[in-house]
């Protein structure tokens, strides 16, 4: 059974950072894309980053882009989400979602999600 | 940069009903294109893939159409599990992009 399990959110106040963990099991890992994709409370779906399976290659939403990295570690079955600078508006639940191939496409499945709360 | 639009933003149904939920692209996305369910306080729940094709156990009510830039999700006879919100999802370039959701309550 494929799995994902995130970790690392909590309150961080502006301008603070936080390290976002997603344990990956049940596939191999080094052979799919991973990505971060977020929801503000009550608001709709954000992709802020991807990562190729052997990550060679990321992308970035603009809203991010500088401010945060993604990264994995395919010994560990583990993506990794360096958020920098935080802002108000970063504010949301991060989901860790698996693609179909080593290239971003469609996500499934996806972890339970961590909160993560950027306020003073 | 894909802007994925949805229509309409809410969609009121009674269960039996058949549901049309409309997902239009800024640009062709081909085929690239993903149905989500999301229920509250879940993760979403891929539904559909490649435009058309159900996800594994995902039951045959769902069906998807649609290519280029104008896409539909159906759901034909609506049961009360299936009262949630709906998004779709491009990716047909680095960066996928999803729609604003569209929200089917009773």
């Known amino acids: 059974e494929v799995q994902l399990v995130e970790s690392g959110g909590g309150l961080v106040q502006p301008g603070g950072s936080l390290r976002l963990s997603c344990a990956a099991s049940?596939?191999?890992?080094?052979?799919?894309?991973m990505s971060w994709v977020r929801q503000a409370p009550g608001k709709g779906l954000e992709c802020v980053s991807t990562?190729?399976?052997?990550?060679?290659?990321?992308s970035y939403a603009d809203s991010v882009k500088g401010r945060f990295t993604i990264s994995r570690d395919n010994s560990k079955n583990t993506v990794y989400l360096q958020m920098n600078s935080l802002r108000v508006e970063d504010t949301a639940v991060y989901y860790c979602?698996?693609?179909?191939?080593?290239?971003?496409?469609?996500?499934?499945?996806w972890g339970q999600g961590t909160l993560v709360t950027v306020s003073s | 940069e894909i802007v994925m639009t949805q229509s309409p933003a809410t969609l009121s149904v009674s269960p039996g009903e058949r549901a049309t939920l409309s997902c239009r692209a800024s640009?062709?996305?081909?085929?690239?294109l993903a149905w989500y369910q999301q229920k509250p306080g879940q993760a979403p729940r891929l539904l559909i893939y490649?435009?058309?094709t159900r996800a594994t156990g995902i039951p045959a009510r769902f069906s998807g159409s649609g290519s280029g830039t104008e896409f539909t999700l159906t759901i034909s006879s609506l049961q009360s599990e299936d009262f949630a919100v709906y998004y779709c999802?491009?990716?047909?370039?680095?960066?996928?992009?999803f729609g604003q959701g569209t929200k089917v309550e009773i």
């Open positions: 049940g596939f191999r890992f080094s052979s799919y894309a």
């Open positions: 999802q491009s990716y047909n370039n680095w960066l996928p992009r």
């Open positions: 990562i190729t399976g052997s990550a060679d290659s990321t």
């Open positions: 640009q062709s996305v081909s085929s690239n």
């Open positions: 979602a698996k693609g179909s191939s080593t290239w971003p496409t469609w996500f499934d499945p």
């Open positions: 490649g435009a058309s």
